[in-house]
């Protein structure tokens, strides 16, 4: 669980054991406190010493054994890193069954697919895969993006739940296997007599009911009881926003970083909204013509033209300009749309005006470009006498700054008769109307509990003397129960496209700019031992090195001065601060076109780690970002420590440790230093968990250490690096990557290597000799 999230505090001995019924089928149970010496011997529970349940209804999608699609309603149950699935609620059914059962391993990932269309209503889909064997998979379905967000919560506390589990003990030879095992089978250990110990329950949203009653009214998605600050993220900020005007409780920005440049105006539009950010990010996203009319000015009339992926669809919309000027013809415009979830919870949606095939010019309408926008919307903290939820809504979009000058001067109100001042509107428009809807913020989709265990909750005793046969992803692949496939108590896809649902019971969870942070060598790297010389001369890449700032299809290394870490007080007061000079020195950059993802490339006869110089350097930190394109491209970095690692510290902790020990530890910060705003606001600024975002393969030999990183693993991933290398000749792009502090022992962060790609050219990659 992340520690950011918050729970309601342990009530006292004796508390009302009473249900507290709610409309989400939320039943409230009695807390007793626990004995700390039982609960450090019980498998189930977590670091902190508490056990985590999460449960809530899913439809799993899949097909069956004669190639039939169906779509069951399912009730799905996270304990620890055990899953299970039920056909009925266990808490209001005790004699329930699972029907699947499984246990989440160290290979598990959780892919999120975005948007997809399911006979007549939109799913957030949710796909599972080995990521040793992709052929073993399965996908499940949410009715909200925040349902989707916090089932991927509860599968990465599993994850945290196994790796907990590991690091208290079991054998050498355990460990040892850990990264070759694929499955966690055998008997669990036995944990009855310690089944009084505290855990959360952890409701996901809402009942089969519910989940009917909204399929025609959005918004009733429900808050979480946490939420992610919404801060300036890892990468000091390059624009300098100045408040010229406020309207309607919104502000309005203009960048004035370079009020001289002769471009065009970056503006933007910044509102709280009392909703959550999944909320809002639905209202945003929806086509539906009667709820847009009531906040929306101008793209108020969308249908959808094409959808490219759950990520990215193109919509064709019209406007009467009667309601901005005096133009008497009928306007209409097409715009793609490209969205995705940050790691921190932030909803970013871009929008770039496009021409389509199937919408051509149309006669009484004159197409107008709609100016290129973002919408960014993230979870703003609660105060703690309220629970209301609250979001911070920026919308942001350039402007020919002629007629916005004279308006921000108070010259000229013609502006508010145009296009980008209908666009700036809409956060004012939003805010309103999400205000004036209490059913936006009263609905808690999500709830959170804490309890002791009960027989309706199907303890995990019961699987003290069961055998967990398979990880989970196979307890819900398509080909793993034909009872399943062919229930008729269930929601199917029949052949008239319409939902069916029969006999389901209800019921259903302040940055430091002027410190910096630089590598203790001492605790890193051996003294003892001699430096060598790292001289770029000895080495050398398919990618040549900049000669200066100006130089194009090149690399540098800059200073880790422009990204934000973790500092000494982190876990105290959440304090970032400049990052110092990298701990590795970058010494040859390869840039490779390959047919097919290239891993192992340090094994290569004519790698460099495989040359005399690369054999005799102490440490070598391979990082290969696999590049999905036509055709497939592999970025390939070399860091090397002028010393041997320390065993005992952080980095040689990395090194040496465990895959999942990786994955939770390994950060890249990405930047556009220099190029397209739109591009920039797609990558972002805040530090990325790879090892959770994407596929990550770990190569540990000799004197090195090789990452492959399967970008085009993650769906989001694939359309934010199409986006960029679209524009990869125009860009300046930074990258630094970190290894996470979690313990106050390794604070404070250090930056353990940068590079700086100066606007590439595709052609320029060399072909992989093998």
Same mark, same amino acid.
């Given at each position: ?41 019980? =498998?189930?529970? *977590? ?14 999608? %899949? ?116 990264? =070759? ?30 989940? @009917? ?71 945003? @996203? ?30 064709? %919309? ?110 004012? %428009? ?11 913020? *009263? ?81 890193? @790297? ?56 990298? @701990? ?78 990786? =994955? ?47 970008? %085009? *693993? ?57």
């Amino acid at each position: 669980m992340d520690s950011g999230e918050k729970f309601k505090k342990v009530r006292p001995e004796g508390a009302s054991s009473e249900s507290g019924g709610s409309e989400s089928g939320f039943e409230g149970r009695p807390v007793h406190n626990f004995d700390d010496k039982n609960m450090r011997n019980d =498998d189930n529970v *977590s670091g902190d010493g508490q056990k985590f349940e999460y449960f809530g209804w899913v439809y799993h999608l %899949g097909v069956n054994s004669i190639g039939r699609e169906y779509c069951h309603l399912r009730f799905l149950f996270i304990r620890g890193k055990y899953m299970e699935m039920y056909k009925r609620d266990p808490h209001e059914d005790p004699s329930a069954k699972p029907i699947r059962r499984g246990v989440v391993g160290h290979t598990f990932m959780v892919e999120e697919l975005g948007r997809r269309k399911v006979n007549v209503k939109d799913f957030y889909i949710l796909r599972f895969y080995n990521r040793l064997d992709e052929t073993r998979k399965g996908e499940i379905a949410c009715l909200t993006a925040g349902d989707a967000r916090k089932w991927m919560e509860a599968f990465d506390h599993a994850k945290q739940q196994a790796a907990y589990e590991l690091s208290r003990g079991g054998s050498a030879r355990n460990k040892l296997n850990m990264e =070759d095992e694929i499955n966690l089978e055998g008997h669990r250990p036995r944990v009855r007599r310690y089944a009084r110990g505290l855990k959360k329950l952890i409701r996901i949203g809402q009942g089969p009911e519910m989940l @009917l009653r909204r399929s025609s009214s959005l918004g009733s998605g429900g808050r979480p009881d946490a939420y992610f600050d919404a801060d300036s993220g890892d990468v000091v900020e390059a624009h300098q926003w100045k408040c010229v005007r406020t309207m309607g409780g919104v502000r309005i920005f203009e960048d004035v970083s370079n009020p001289k440049s002769g471009k065009g105006i970056l503006v933007k539009a910044v509102g709280v909204v009392d909703a959550n950010a999944d909320t809002v990010f639905e209202i945003v @996203l929806s086509l539906d013509r009667n709820k847009r009319y009531e906040w929306d000015t101008i793209t108020g009339d969308l249908e959808m033209l094409d959808s490219v992926n759950g990520h990215y669809d193109v919509v064709y %919309g019209t406007f009467n300009p009667r309601y901005l000027s005096w133009w008497q013809t009928k306007r209409d415009f097409i715009f793609s749309r490209r969205w995705f979830r940050g790691q921190d919870g932030t909803y970013t949606i871009l929008q770039f005006p496009c021409e389509h095939k199937k919408r051509p010019s149309r006669s009484g309408y004159e197409r107008t470009i709609i100016n290129p926008s973002t919408w960014e919307i993230s979870n703003l903290s609660t105060y703690s006498s309220s629970n209301a939820a609250r979001c911070l809504v920026t919308q942001m979009l350039e402007i020919s700054p002629r007629g916005w000058l004279k308006w921000r001067n108070n010259r000229s109100q013609k502006f508010e008769k145009t296009v980008p001042y209908a666009l700036l509107s809409q956060v004012a %428009g939003l805010k309103e109307y999400v205000g004036a809807n209490p059913a936006f913020t *009263s609905v808690s989709s999500t709830t959170f509990v804490q309890s002791k265990i009960s027989h309706a909750s199907s303890s995990s005793s019961e699987f003290e003397d069961a055998e967990v046969p398979d990880e989970f992803y196979d307890a819900i692949s398509a080909d793993s129960s034909s009872e399943d496939e062919d229930d008729e108590d269930d929601m199917e896809v029949n052949k008239d496209k319409k939902i069916k649902l029969k006999n389901v019971s209800w019921a259903i969870a302040s940055l430091a700019l002027k410190r910096t942070s630089a590598p203790d060598i001492n605790k890193e @790297l051996n003294l003892h031992e001699p430096p060598i010389s790292l001289e770029p001369s000895q080495f050398y890449g398919s990618m040549r090195r900049a000669k200066n700032e100006g130089d194009t299809n090149c690399w540098s290394s800059p200073d880790g001065t422009g990204f934000m870490i973790r500092g000494k007080t982190y876990l105290k007061d959440n304090t970032k601060v400049k990052g110092g000079e990298p @701990l590795l020195k970058l010494i040859a950059v390869d840039w490779f076109k390959v047919d097919n993802p290239a891993t192992k490339v340090a094994m290569y006869p004519k790698s460099l780690i495989q040359t005399d110089a690369g054999k005799k350097l102490p440490f070598v930190l391979v990082i290969n970002l696999e590049v999905p394109a036509k055709p497939n491209y592999s970025l390939v970095l070399y860091y090397a420590a002028d010393r041997p690692v320390n065993n005992n510290s952080l980095l040689g902790k990395f090194a040496n440790g465990t895959d999942l020990f990786r =994955d939770s530890r390994f950060k890249l910060i990405p930047s556009i230093a220099e190029g397209y705003w739109m591009v920039k606001r797609a990558v972002g600024t805040k530090a990325c968990k790879l090892g959770k975002a994407v596929t990550c393969k770990y190569l540990r030999q000799d004197n090195f250490l090789e990452i492959d990183i399967d970008i %085009g *693993s993650s769906s989001v991933a694939r359309s934010v690096i199409g986006l960029v290398l679209g524009y990869i000749t125009s860009i300046v792009v930074d990258l630094a990557i970190v290894i996470e502090a979690q313990e106050e022992e390794e604070l404070p962060e250090y930056i353990l290597g940068t590079v700086r790609l100066n606007r590439l050219q595709l052609e320029s990659a060399v072909r992989l000799e093998v």
